[in-house]
């Protein structure tokens, strides 16, 4: 699949849930699933500042394709970063930026999730641009 | 003005919640189709509708700058701000209109001090004195303070029921003691400090006392005599008035002997470019035009807890705090945080196994509004190891339905967890 078929896939998997406690607990599976991430990039120069719960969001470059790691104390955090995670990693940088985050208003999570400093989706997602496009200045440079 | 509603009967001064509710129109709205359940009070209140009219009477019938022009609505916005003064003054038992300095807020009030007074009456090997159960806003001022003058900022500390260790805070009293800086309730546990007797002991080393009131004025009758504090301080937004006003209490001859903090219009008596002379306080601390309209609706706010009454305020939180405690204690996996013997309208806990934030994520959708999180205390949260808790803060409209709502949504978070 690629990143557009991911995210359409998530949207379709959250338009079968019909009431937000389905959506919810779906969420927090997600957290509950995400990898572990490697202890040794959970730095503060990987804390995803604008969150009131405690964020990590790491990225590498493999193969011209950026792959995310990230936790979080908070398990809906969780969920939502494990969401982030499934969209944009292993994409590549010019298709991380190229991409939107539709899913987060298309499966209705954006009327729960108010973007604010309370989940801090809207910080997660700068910073996982901001990573692709670190990658993408490194790769012109070359 | 309105007046709020009293019941009549055997029990004449009891609250009649559900007329006082009235008086609040947000109070009536619906969050994520549900009826809101407002209790997030510690962190502001609500306004009644006096609050809201008395600010737009303002702007629509007096407004104009103060202390300044002779024309009619300078004049009328004047004496609405200064009998403002006066109302806080009569609120705090104070013994006069001068120690009333109009502030941002709690904040505000205490950097003030601490930039004012701290410097210059703290040098060198002096202390401050604080709890280990302060608000962010009564540590940092200090902590800059302290390094500013080379002095040192010490901690009393609290038991495991959040309650202040007496032997522990007498053995760091002593003759470098300048300043106890001390919340008068704590806004993470709840906790009503011993103000008075600690007010007496470090009196007794010559120390100074601010007391951070921010989370006690809208619970019960303050009287700042009778506290013995030299320095009161409250925000207007936690007592259903605007927010970006507050007020710093000060003795008269405090204020009189402190330099000013801010320079600028209004606190001067003269001023030429080798010499300005200072007006007395409260201008000398009031630079600039103030919140005017937030003064006025202040007051419409205190006039409005006054008349409702706050023995009857402080009985009908109390009740809602024993019941919220009576009513949480009943689901498993729930620890509370904070069980000292004397607390004020605050329930703060924790679930096992869930973060606080993802809790009050859910209950938000249930449409009760909580606090989730580190409280802006994080030295509470670490000693009592948790990252955050989940804070129920009651305002005297809040209902025996609404705990019981807050019962229902824990136990949903609860389910959706398991």
């Not at chain 2, 003054?89 to 601490?114: D, H, K, M």
Request: proline share 5%; glycine share 8%; with cysteine.
């Amino acid at each position: 699949m690629n990143i557009t078929e991911r995210q359409q896939a998530i949207i379709a998997e959250f338009a079968a849930l019909s009431e937000w406690e389905d959506r919810y607990r779906r969420i927090i599976e997600y957290g509950r699933d995400l990898p572990a991430m490697d202890p040794a990039h959970k730095t503060d120069k990987n804390q995803v500042k604008g969150c009131q719960s405690v964020v990590w969001l790491h990225a590498e470059l493999k193969d011209g394709a950026v792959v995310y790691s990230g936790d979080s104390d908070a398990m809906i955090v969780r969920g939502l970063i494990a969401l982030l995670l499934k969209v944009y990693s292993g994409a590549t940088p010019a298709d991380v930026l190229a991409t939107p985050p539709d899913f987060i208003n298309a499966t209705g999570l954006a009327s729960h999730l108010s973007q604010t400093r309370a989940n801090g989706l809207a910080a997660m997602v700068k910073q996982i641009r901001l990573y692709a496009l670190a990658f993408q200045a490194l790769a012109g440079r070359r | 003005m309105r007046q709020p509603a009293q019941t009549a009967g055997s029990t004449p001064d009891a609250l009649d919640v559900q007329s006082v509710r009235a008086d609040f129109p947000i109070l009536s709205r619906t969050v994520h189709g549900k009826p809101l359940v407002y209790l997030d009070n510690g962190a502001s209140t609500q306004k009644p509708q006096a609050v809201i009219d008395a600010v737009r009477r303002f702007y629509e019938h007096d407004y104009a700058n103060i202390h300044r022009a002779v024309h009619e609505l300078s004049q009328a916005a004047t004496e609405a701000y200064e009998n403002a003064r006066r109302t806080v003054q009569r609120f705090l038992r104070a013994e006069s209109e001068q120690e009333i300095v109009f502030v941002r807020g709690t904040t505000e009030g205490i950097n003030l001090v601490a930039g004012s007074w701290g410097r210059a009456n703290l040098g060198p090997g002096d202390e401050v004195l604080i709890t280990a159960m302060e608000h962010h806003s009564n540590i940092v001022p200090w902590q800059m303070l302290c390094a500013e003058r080379g002095a040192r900022l010490v901690v009393a500390p609290m038991d495991q029921t959040g309650a202040l260790i007496w032997p522990e805070f007498e053995k760091r009293l002593n003759s470098r003691t300048k300043l106890l800086g001390v919340v008068h309730v704590s806004n993470a546990l709840g906790t009503v400090n011993p103000v008075r007797r600690m007010a007496d002991a470090a009196h007794a080393v010559g120390a100074r006392v601010l007391v951070d009131g921010a989370q006690a004025v809208a619970h019960a009758q303050v009287d700042v005599n009778a506290l013995g504090a030299d320095f009161y301080v409250f925000s207007g937004h936690k007592i259903f008035g605007p927010t970006g006003v507050g007020v710093l209490w000060g003795k008269a001859d405090l204020l009189e002997a402190m330099p000013p903090w801010q320079g600028g219009g209004d606190m001067i008596r003269s001023v030429s470019f080798e010499k300005t002379e200072y007006a007395p306080a409260p201008a000398k601390f009031e630079a600039g035009t103030p919140h005017i309209a937030g003064g006025i609706g202040l007051a419409a706010a205190l006039d409005y807890v006054t008349a409702l009454g706050l023995p009857a305020i402080a009985a009908w939180e109390h009740e809602l705090v024993r019941y919220a405690h009576e009513r949480l204690a009943e689901i498993p996996g729930l620890r509370f945080i904070g069980t000292a013997p004397r607390k004020a309208a605050v329930v703060s806990f924790v679930l096992d196994g869930i973060h606080a934030t993802d809790a009050g994520m859910i209950l938000d959708q249930e449409g009760i509004a909580v606090r989730a999180g580190h409280h802006c205390a994080e030295p509470v949260m670490r000693f009592f190891g948790v990252p955050g808790t989940i804070r129920a803060s009651f305002a005297f409209y809040n209902t025996r339905d609404e705990v019981d709502a807050l019962v229902a949504g824990v136990r949903k978070v609860q389910k959706l967890f398991a």
